[in-house]
């Protein structure tokens, strides 16, 4: 099986809509070319600064101008990370993915203080991820010296599509950060969430853009989307289990040496759906009740599921080195390196009608 990387729309195409054995065949033969079948990596995501974004995402529930049930929670302290992560890892994680609600990262204390945790779960003898938002290559630099493994920043969907979806910043800025955080020495956790009214052409040119990065990224999560009330997109409908197990099976093909991450939307999966996931090239699940904010199966549930399955957790560093830490990342160089990132700005008219609606509920709630 072949290792390209010039897959066009139309033949990522027709590997979706090959029929559904056939495809989850293939997927399964590619997989056991560069992948232990029988391991999957769990990964534990912690958000560690919650809510009160001031992007649009149409999908978040985290976004300021939304009307959502979330909690906002300022910056978690490094001990309560630390404590997170040893329960984490004593759970069988052998990741810990911190996610921010941010913009971009901004120079001072946060960043610091983040810093400083990448450095402790590192020394758990634990990979670290970090979703943070835009950072610049100084960013990238520092948080790579601090131990980081990988950086995650999702393309979410289609460039098309994205327009429809967020208004805030642009396409290119992710593609701009993605390559910051590989020019530093991280690896890239990039991947997308389908069931956003996107079409199936959309899911394709979100694949080859992926696969066009050099090189592609080691980790690509695959989210079904989970409808939050008060977000644009909470009247979405649940996409078909079939769309996912294509969707994980065309990714495992396209990117055959990326760890396909099977993310958000497993509450609402059966353990024989997901059972068809890893079949078709699916290696990481994330563990925990929440996903950041959405809700996410019970760990002794998944360990029933990988038992019955003959699945065991991978080991941490099993796919790359252990970084080392550089004392560096103390010091910061981004003066006279600022970037500005774009905001385009265009309507979104779901965006525009939920944050209306956000408002008159907000005016209600303070008058009553
Ligand atoms: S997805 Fe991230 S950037 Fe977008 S609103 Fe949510 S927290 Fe903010």
């Known amino acids: 099986m072949e290792n390209r990387k010039n897959w066009t729309r139309k ?21 056991r070319l560069h992948h232990d079948p029988l391991e999957v990596q769990v990964s534990t995501l912690l958000s560690i600064k919650t809510g009160g974004c001031p992007e649009d995402c149409g999908y978040c529930p ?11 929670n300022d910056l978690m302290s490094v001990q309560t990370v630390k404590a997170q992560a040893l329960r984490a890892r004593s759970s069988g994680s052998s990741r810990v993915c911190m996610g921010a609600a941010w913009r971009n990262v901004k120079e001072g204390e946060d960043f610091d203080q983040v810093l400083e945790m990448v450095r402790t779960v590192r020394d758990l003898n634990m990979e670290v991820c970090c979703t943070l938002g835009m950072i610049t290559p100084d960013q990238a630099r520092r948080l790579s010296e ?3 493994y990988a950086y995650n920043h999702n393309l979410d969907t289609s460039e098309e599509h994205y327009k429809k979806v967020i208004s805030t910043r642009g396409y290119q800025d992710r593609i701009e950060t993605i390559g910051n955080a590989r020019k530093a020495g991280l690896t890239v956790c990039s991947g997308g ?3 956003m009214g996107e079409s199936i052409e959309d899911r394709a040119a979100m694949l080859v853009t992926l696969s066009n990065l050099n090189p592609y990224p080691e980790s690509v999560p695959i989210n079904a989307l989970v409808p939050v009330e008060g977000t644009p997109m909470e009247e979405q409908e649940q996409i078909p289990i079939w769309d996912m197990i294509r969707m994980v099976a065309t990714t495992r093909i396209v990117l055959p040496t990326a760890t396909v991450r099977l993310s958000a939307g497993r509450t609402e999966m059966t353990d ?9 090239g699916a290696g990481s699940i994330f563990a925990g009740d929440k996903l950041l904010t959405t809700p996410n199966p019970d760990i002794n549930k998944d360990m029933k599921l990988f038992s019955t399955l003959g699945l065991v957790p991978q080991k941490a560093y099993k796919k790359g080195n252990k970084p080392e830490v550089n004392e560096n990342y103390k010091n910061s160089n981004s003066e006279g390196r600022k970037v500005k990132w774009s905001r385009p700005a265009h309507d979104i008219d779901a965006n525009i009608a939920a944050t209306k609606s956000a408002k008159e509920k907000r005016k209600i709630e303070a008058n009553s």
Do not use: W
Not at 11 to 31: C, D, G
Not at 62 to 72: F, L, N, P, S
């Open 11 to 31: 033949e990522v195409l027709e590997l979706y809509n090959k029929p559904l054995i056939e495809l989850v065949f293939e997927a399964a033969t590619v997989h």
């Open 272 to 280: 024989e759906g997901q059972a068809l996931c890893f079949m078709s």
């Open 62 to 72: 985290q976004a300021a101008r939304y009307h959502t049930d979330i909690a906002k």
């Open 146 to 148: 601090a131990g980081l």
């Open 193 to 195: 969430i389908v069931g």
